[in-house]
């Protein structure tokens, strides 16, 4: 059975920085692309940033390139994702996700439950 497991979410002011991480089992961990969705209450899912089985090649959402940064460490089947200069507009659920080749987020990709993220201005 395949599980996915969000931490590191919270609280924190404008301009701060979270680092969320995500384990997945039940999987082979480098068959897969990895990637963070985000929803903000009223909006819909969106994705914020994807990383390939490799680590090489990543894609970032206009809204956080250059605040956020996307890494994988395959030997402990972890997933990282290093928010700085955190806004408001930030705010969400952040979902991890797994899907073999990209992060499509279709029917056959493993979702996290989610982690809270609150940026208060």
């Known amino acids: 059975q395949v599980q996915v497991v969000e931490s590191g979410g919270g609280s924190v002011q404008a301009g701060g920085s979270l680092r969320l991480s995500c384990t997945a089992s039940?999987?082979?961990?480098?068959?897969?692309?990895l990637g963070w969705f985000r929803q903000a209450p009223g909006k819909e899912r969106e994705a914020v940033s994807c990383i390939t089985w490799s680590g090489y090649g990543s894609y970032y959402a206009d809204s956080v390139k250059g605040r956020f940064t996307i890494s994988r460490d395959n030997a402990k089947n972890t997933l990282y994702l290093q928010m700085n200069s955190l806004k408001s507009e930030d705010t969400a659920t952040y979902y991890c996700?797994?899907?073999?080749?990209?992060?499509?987020?279709?029917?056959?990709?493993?979702w996290g439950q989610g982690t809270q993220v609150t940026v208060s201005s």
């Open positions: 039940g999987l082979t961990f480098d068959d897969y692309a």
């Open positions: 996700m797994a899907e073999r080749s990209w992060c499509y987020g279709r029917d056959d990709a493993y």
